[in-house]
């Protein structure tokens, strides 16, 4: 039996294809879990700052955590924290 050449290089390009299209999807998978994992980091830190408020009134209203600078403020029952645009909240 004689191969032909054109049968193993359609062959070859779909492959690659199916191997680009399922690294791409890994990576974007990756990115958005990252986004996501930073997103709860970000609210744990700041209910954390509220604790931290809580327990000494001496703390700073500005606290810096991984290149993010929370700002904790006080709004009669409501303790607050502003970080990149998002504001978490506790009331009491």
């Known amino acids: 039996m004689r191969k032909r050449s054109g049968f193993i290089l359609v062959e070859a390009l779909t492959s690659l ?3 680009l299209m399922i ?3 890994l990576s974007l998978c990756v990115s958005e879990q990252f986004k996501l ?7 744990v830190n ?3 700052i509220i604790l931290l408020h809580l327990e000494n009134s001496h703390m700073p209203n500005k606290v810096m955590i991984k290149n993010r600078i929370y700002y ?4 009669e ?3 607050q924290v ?3 645009n998002h504001v ?3 009331k009491s």
């Open 17 to 19: 294809t199916i191997s």
């Open 23 to 25: 690294i791409f999807m």
């Open 37 to 43: 994992i930073n997103q709860w980091e970000q609210r």
């Open 46 to 48: 700041a209910h954390k």
């Open 72 to 75: 904790y403020q006080k709004i």
């Open 77 to 79: 029952n409501t303790y």
């Open 82 to 84: 502003k970080v990149n």
């Open 88 to 90: 978490y909240q506790v």
